[in-house]
């Protein structure tokens, strides 16, 4: 019987995190034929029950601190991807790997500023640990270059993420509106007001009904706070993100508040979506800054602030475009670039 090889993946999984969850399925379903998939998860962070969610259950789970790696025979590869992952995510286990002989690759994340939690030369020495460096913006490229270290161009994994068979009613032809979660410090003392002020806008000006999607626990937490928007249905299915594609291909415009995903899947589904940033602009932190950067990858209509988002609807209406990946390389071949150098350094080393 051939034993087969497994690969780590460590991101932020196990969470709830839509935009994440999708990561992790795309990964598994690219991996599986090739790699027995070992997931990392911190289990004291992560949403209770997530082990039997897909591909949780399909998988071996390993904590977050298991720095013992060395005794994982099969374990060829370690990889750390997706999303907004800060530059150091799961460094305890990226240098345990590396100290097992491990290869150790980083894909589809971003690098939004190299300097900003560390000097740059203590960033070139923790990077120069990796294999295999591919972000998931042509800017975050360009900030590896600047430190001298050496990258390709990735892609973002969700972009291969199938959409389910079965959709919901409610979001047929309706605008779906992701509203992001902010910590108290961001959160402006009329971010209630203005959001709702907004939907009913929303409403007016298309003559269609508004449905609220939670993109992971915590935003459902939001939307149920004191301060609640209940009058607005809620679509609760942030656990299975081809079902949230599903919606949001039956949606007739998506409307992310604060959050990445949505314009990704809206791109896959080719459903029209705007980003409107919620928090103000003394307070705009690395989370915004990665969508302002994937507007070098993608195109999608962008207002930097609710007063904008809310101008441009008194004098325009709302007027959405598809999101569309921009020239160069399609999405499904730089996914399959970093699937190749993956399988290399598992072979080599």
Not at 98 to 111: K, S
Not at 203 to 232: H, I, M, Q, Y
Not at 252 to 257: A, F, G, M, R
Request: hydrophobic letters at 40%; charged letters at 20%.
């Amino acid at each position: 019987m051939t034993i087969r090889q497994e690969i780590l993946l460590s991101g932020f999984f196990g969470r709830g995190n839509c935009g994440d969850e999708a990561i992790l399925q795309v990964q598994y379903e690219c991996l599986k034929d090739h790699f027995d998939c070992v997931i990392s998860v911190d289990h004291h962070d992560a949403y209770d029950g997530f082990w039997n969610w897909y591909p949780y259950n399909k998988c071996r789970l390993i904590h977050a601190s298991d720095l013992a790696l060395d005794r994982y025979r099969r374990l060829r590869v370690m990889h750390v991807g997706g999303g907004g992952l800060p530059l150091s995510f799961n460094a305890a286990q990226v240098l345990s790997a590396r100290l097992a002989g491990i290869p150790v690759a980083m894909t589809g994340t971003d690098i939004a500023s190299a300097t900003q939690y560390l000097k740059a030369r203590e960033a070139k020495n923790y990077l120069e640990w990796f294999s295999y460096l591919a972000p998931r913006t042509r800017l975050s490229v360009e900030r590896l270059t600047s430190l001298g270290v050496y990258a390709k161009l990735g892609a973002d994994w969700a972009c291969l993420l199938g959409t389910d068979d079965i959709g919901d009613s409610m979001a047929t032809g309706q605008v779906l509106v992701v509203l992001r979660e902010l910590p108290k410090h961001a959160m402006p003392h009329d971010y209630y007001m203005n959001v709702k002020k907004l939907l009913e806008k929303i409403e007016a000006s298309t003559g269609l009904g508004v449905r609220l999607l939670p993109f992971c626990p915590e935003d459902e937490r939001f939307l149920l706070s004191p301060k609640n928007l209940g009058e607005w249905p809620v679509l609760r299915h942030w656990w299975n993100p081809r079902r949230v594609q599903r919606l949001i291909a039956d949606a007739q415009l998506v409307i992310s508040i604060g959050r990445l995903h949505p314009l990704i899947m809206a791109a896959n589904t080719k459903t029209p979506a705007i980003y409107i940033e919620p928090r103000p602009q003394s307070l705009i932190s690395q989370a915004a800054t990665k969508v302002r950067d994937m507007l070098s990858e993608l195109a999608f209509t962008y207002y930097q602030s609710f007063e904008y988002a809310s101008r441009q609807i008194d004098s325009l209406g709302v007027a959405a475009a598809p999101p569309a990946w921009l020239d160069g390389p399609a999405p499904s071949q730089k996914v399959e670039r970093q699937l190749k150098w993956l399988f290399t350094i598992a072979d080599n080393g």
